[in-house]
């Protein structure tokens, strides 16, 4: 949460991906996702960061809340 956020802040990094770049294309994203290495089966697999320290890997997430995440969010 908030003490995440505020480390990276500290760091000096991005904690929304218009900081990196802008006009994100959430298909061109999704197809990356899909090429990751922790990508199995056409399965996603995240790993989220709890808090400092502790992350969390979470399998089988569905693309199309993803997506619809994404478009929301980008």
Do not use: Y
């Not at 298909?27 to 996702?33: F, N």
């Amino acid at each position: 949460g908030a003490a995440l956020r505020a480390h990276l802040l500290e760091a000096d990094l991005p904690i929304h991906p218009s900081a990196i770049r802008p006009g994100w294309d959430v298909d061109h994203l999704i197809g990356h996702m899909m090429g990751d290495k922790k990508t199995e089966h056409g399965q996603l697999t995240f790993i989220l960061p709890r808090h400092l320290g502790a992350c969390e890997i979470v399998k089988n997430v569905p693309v199309d809340a993803v997506r619809q995440t994404l478009e929301r969010w980008l």
